[in-house]
């Protein structure tokens, strides 16, 4: 054997072991070698494929780790599009699912009871053995092809083990985020001051959709299969396929049970309502399919699901626990939130030591008391919420809870509008964290995009550096160095960063003002509408609410703003400091593209992707993410993916240049 031979075979029994230690560990958990093991394994595998890249593999366990290559997701269409499931919430509906079954199936049946897995579908196909693709569910039709990403998720097997699986065939199921792996992630982030994941689905499915797979292959997702589709598939039922496809080496739970009667199911539902708790992922209900290919197709689909499946729904789970004390947090616009501090519950997966109140009327309605049971429910939302008591333990003594009168921080008195579900600290230029959070709003990536972390501006405020937003724009260097958190270097990059900002378009400028109901949206049309800030100030209430979307409220809270004096100063030191206070020209609403799809691709010199998709809004058009017969236009810059350059051309669109695109808005305009 001649050295390059021998070298292609150490290769080859370095990828074998690597994949079999992956598959022990993230699909059977029973690891056989340590981590330090493992680590040398796969750097020796490394070494090798980069000194000898006509070895090189796609699917060499090594491609886990992922590409930092920024990529758009090319759209799929599903070979069978992704159904969804009929949804019952109650063990009647449950019987019902049985006894339309029985009337179609007139013979005995097996049902298979499932988990159902609450994360992110995914179809992959594989064809001789090897993974080929991986598409998400979409719109059932047609979904994004997140390949790259989901390689790098180690429990699905890029290379099949055996040799009896079919030559093609498609697997699909769930990518999922264990709690521990959740909640580490959200404490990273923490830590970093990024704003936290609601739930491990959001976070599955936002780490799924990252353009940098070397960024996902850090994050700890799972996949756990439930259905797969072939010609050749060894079986004609779901349940002895499945069972067959964790021979192949995907990942297949054992809570699945195959139950007889309707009777054997409802106890697999009941069991799991209790047992959901202590898995390591969450679930939202149980599947509940008739197993033989055969009755399925006599069954047959609705529109949207199968006949021959449906999912029970488990209610959101709720815990009890005590209220120990009740925090009143003021937010940015000075709103007043009450938030209940817990004695620590064990709730879906993770501990839960705060919770939402909501606001006053919230309290009096459930009659909240200190040292209550409470009722906690996670909803869609970060902080979960308290949704009962339980009276029947309250203490003897206890007294409803008293609402503040004054604001926790600066003790003015509170004030609600009428209306409004929340109480408000009125004291905007004096209550520290309205000021803070006003400064952190101004500086937050959609509107002034200066990248400085919460506890930084806090910092800077602390240290009297800044008071209000028209100090960033006369911070000096030397000011920061002194500064715990700052060296040379950051120091210089915020600089630039802020001077950068005041290319920042009007509209994002006014959305950073952060004027009361003044959001992104509003803050778009008042742009488009007015043109400049002047003209905003200068508008009636009258005037305001003659503009669409714009409603008294929304006219009232902008007129009270340039009606303060520190607002219209702050302004007049912006403006100094040249920041935009109107519109740019070349982007106002126009009409040029009104009807015509545009898509863009690549990189841009003049603007970023996001400036090129908001100038394409603002004459008309309509961004699309994929090249189809009713694209009009594709604009490319550098980089341009080579998938959509080949299907512009076969559908004969116009290919145009950021300067074309450009242009062309603004002849229109100038004619
Ligand atoms: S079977 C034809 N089984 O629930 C429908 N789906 O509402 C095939 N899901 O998009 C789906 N666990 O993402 C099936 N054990 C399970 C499941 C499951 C979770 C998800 C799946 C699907 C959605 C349907």
């Given at each position: 054997?001649?050295?390059l031979?021998q070298i292609?075979q150490r290769i080859?029994?370095?990828?074998s072991?690597?994949?079999?230690h992956?598959?022990?560990?993230?699909?059977?958990s029973?690891?056989?070698?340590?981590d330090?093991?493992?680590?040398?394994?796969?750097?020796?595998l490394?070494?090798?494929?980069t000194?000898?890249p006509?070895?090189f593999?796609?699917?060499s366990?090594?491609?886990?780790?992922?590409?930092d290559?920024t990529?758009d997701?090319?759209?799929?269409?599903?070979?069978?599009?992704?159904?969804?499931?009929?949804?019952?919430?109650s063990?009647?509906?449950?019987?019902?699912?049985e006894t339309?079954?029985?009337?179609?199936?007139n013979?005995?049946?097996?049902?298979?009871?499932?988990?159902?897995y609450?994360g992110?579908?995914i179809?992959?196909?594989?064809?001789n053995?090897?993974?080929?693709r991986a598409?998400?569910?979409?719109d059932?039709?047609?979904?994004?092809?997140?390949?790259?990403?989901?390689?790098?998720?180690?429990s699905?097997?890029?290379?099949?083990?055996?040799?009896d699986?079919p030559d093609e065939?498609e697997?699909?199921g769930?990518i999922?985020?264990?709690?521990e792996g959740f909640?580490?992630?959200?404490e990273e982030?923490i830590?970093?001051d990024?704003?936290?994941f609601a739930n491990?689905?959001?976070?599955a499915s936002?780490?799924?959709?990252?353009?940098?797979s070397s960024?996902?292959?850090?994050?700890?997702?799972?996949?756990?299969?439930?259905?797969?589709?072939?010609n050749t598939l060894?079986?004609?039922?779901?349940?002895?396929?499945?069972m067959?496809?964790?021979?192949?080496?995907?990942k297949?739970t054992?809570?699945?049970k195959?139950?007889?009667?309707?009777?054997?199911?409802?106890?697999?539902?009941n069991?799991w309502?209790e047992?959901?708790?202590?898995?390591?992922?969450?679930?939202d209900g149980?599947?509940v399919?008739i197993?033989?290919?055969?009755?399925q197709s006599?069954?047959?689909?609705?529109?949207?699901?199968?006949?021959?499946?449906?999912a029970?729904?488990?209610?959101?789970?709720?815990?009890l626990?005590?209220l120990?004390?009740?925090?009143?947090?003021?937010g940015?616009?000075?709103?007043?939130?009450?938030?209940?501090?817990?004695e620590?519950?064990?709730?879906?997966g993770?501990?839960v030591?705060?919770?939402?109140l909501?606001?006053?009327?919230q309290?009096a309605?459930?009659?909240i008391?200190?040292n209550?049971?409470?009722y906690i429910?996670?909803?869609?939302?970060?902080?979960p919420?308290?949704?009962?008591v339980?009276?029947g333990?309250?203490?003897?003594?206890?007294k409803?809870l008293?609402?503040?009168?004054?604001?926790?921080e600066c003790?003015?008195?509170?004030?609600?509008?009428?209306g409004?579900?929340?109480?408000?600290?009125p004291?905007?230029?004096?209550?520290p964290?309205?000021?803070?959070?006003?400064?952190?709003?101004?500086v937050?990536?959609?509107?002034?995009?200066?990248?400085l972390a919460e506890?930084?501006?806090?910092q800077l405020?602390?240290?009297?550096?800044?008071?209000n937003?028209?100090?960033f724009y006369s911070l000096r260097?030397?000011?920061l160095?002194?500064l715990?958190r700052?060296?040379?270097k950051?120091?210089?990059?915020?600089?630039a960063?802020?001077?950068n900002?005041?290319?920042?378009p009007f509209?994002?400028?006014?959305?950073?003002?952060g004027?009361?109901?003044?959001?992104?949206?509003?803050a778009k049309?008042?742009?488009?509408?007015f043109?400049?800030?002047d003209?905003?100030e200068?508008?009636?209430v009258?005037?305001?609410?003659?503009?669409?979307?714009?409603g008294e409220r929304?006219?009232?809270?902008?007129n009270?703003?340039?009606?303060?004096?520190?607002?219209?100063?702050c302004?007049?030191?912006?403006k100094?400091?040249?920041?935009?206070?109107?519109?740019?020209?070349?982007v106002?609403?126009?009409?040029?593209l009104?009807?015509?799809?545009l898509?863009i691709?690549?990189?841009?010199?003049?603007?970023?992707?996001?400036?090129?998709?908001e100038?394409?809004?603002?004459?008309?058009?309509?961004?699309?993410?994929?090249?189809?017969?009713?694209?009009d236009?594709?604009?490319?810059?550098?980089?341009?993916g080579p998938g959509k350059l080949e299907?512009a051309?076969?559908?004969g669109?116009?290919?145009i240049?950021e300067?074309?695109?450009l242009d062309?808005?603004r002849?229109k305009?100038?004619s």
């Amino acid at each position: 054997m001649d050295q390059l031979q021998q070298i292609k075979q150490r290769i080859d029994r370095l990828r074998s072991a690597l994949d079999e230690h992956n598959h022990r560990y993230y699909v059977l958990s029973q690891p056989s070698v340590s981590d330090f093991e493992y680590d040398q394994l796969m750097q020796e595998l490394i070494n090798l494929e980069t000194r000898y890249p006509e070895f090189f593999d796609e699917n060499s366990p090594s491609q886990r780790i992922g590409s930092d290559i920024t990529k758009d997701f090319q759209q799929v269409v599903h070979k069978n599009p992704m159904l969804s499931l009929a949804n019952t919430y109650s063990l009647e509906e449950l019987k019902e699912f049985e006894t339309r079954a029985k009337k179609i199936v007139n013979e005995p049946y097996e049902y298979i009871c499932e988990l159902k897995y609450d994360g992110v579908s995914i179809s992959l196909s594989y064809r001789n053995g090897l993974l080929i693709r991986a598409v998400t569910r979409g719109d059932g039709e047609k979904g994004d092809d997140v390949t790259a990403n989901v390689k790098t998720i180690k429990s699905i097997p890029l290379k099949l083990r055996g040799n009896d699986y079919p030559d093609e065939f498609e697997i699909r199921g769930e990518i999922l985020l264990p709690h521990e792996g959740f909640q580490k992630m959200n404490e990273e982030r923490i830590s970093r001051d990024e704003p936290l994941f609601a739930n491990p689905r959001n976070a599955a499915s936002g780490t799924l959709k990252m353009q940098n797979s070397s960024l996902v292959a850090k994050r700890p997702l799972d996949c756990l299969f439930y259905s797969i589709t072939g010609n050749t598939l060894p079986y004609q039922q779901h349940f002895e396929n499945l069972m067959k496809a964790k021979d192949w080496g995907f990942k297949i739970t054992q809570h699945i049970k195959k139950c007889r009667s309707i009777d054997e199911v409802l106890g697999f539902v009941n069991e799991w309502e209790e047992k959901r708790k202590s898995l390591p992922f969450d679930i939202d209900g149980i599947v509940v399919k008739i197993n033989s290919f055969d009755q399925q197709s006599r069954l047959g689909y609705t529109a949207k699901s199968p006949r021959w499946a449906t999912a029970y729904k488990f209610k959101a789970e709720q815990v009890l626990t005590r209220l120990l004390s009740v925090d009143f947090q003021v937010g940015r616009t000075g709103a007043i939130t009450p938030v209940a501090n817990l004695e620590p519950v064990l709730l879906g997966g993770t501990t839960v030591k705060r919770a939402s109140l909501h606001n006053a009327d919230q309290i009096a309605l459930l009659d909240i008391r200190i040292n209550d049971l409470v009722y906690i429910e996670k909803g869609g939302e970060i902080i979960p919420k308290v949704v009962g008591v339980d009276k029947g333990k309250r203490d003897f003594h206890s007294k409803p809870l008293e609402y503040i009168t004054h604001c926790p921080e600066c003790g003015t008195k509170l004030i609600r509008l009428e209306g409004e579900a929340k109480h408000y600290c009125p004291n905007e230029s004096g209550c520290p964290p309205q000021i803070k959070g006003r400064l952190i709003h101004f500086v937050s990536r959609k509107a002034m995009d200066i990248g400085l972390a919460e506890a930084t501006v806090a910092q800077l405020y602390d240290h009297d550096l800044i008071k209000n937003v028209a100090d960033f724009y006369s911070l000096r260097k030397e000011q920061l160095i002194s500064l715990e958190r700052f060296a040379e270097k950051s120091a210089e990059n915020l600089i630039a960063s802020i001077e950068n900002s005041k290319k920042v378009p009007f509209h994002r400028v006014l959305y950073a003002l952060g004027i009361r109901y003044v959001g992104e949206t509003v803050a778009k049309t008042l742009a488009v509408e007015f043109g400049s800030i002047d003209a905003i100030e200068n508008a009636t209430v009258e005037k305001l609410i003659s503009v669409d979307e714009i409603g008294e409220r929304i006219a009232e809270s902008i007129n009270s703003y340039f009606a303060d004096h520190e607002n219209t100063d702050c302004i007049k030191r912006l403006k100094e400091h040249g920041l935009q206070f109107q519109i740019n020209k070349a982007v106002q609403k126009g009409t040029t593209l009104s009807g015509k799809s545009l898509i863009i691709s690549g990189v841009f010199s003049q603007h970023s992707r996001e400036e090129i998709k908001e100038i394409i809004e603002q004459n008309g058009g309509k961004n699309v993410s994929s090249v189809s017969g009713n694209t009009d236009f594709l604009v490319a810059g550098k980089n341009i993916g080579p998938g959509k350059l080949e299907k512009a051309h076969k559908y004969g669109i116009p290919i145009i240049s950021e300067e074309e695109l450009l242009d062309m808005i603004r002849e229109k305009k100038g004619s």
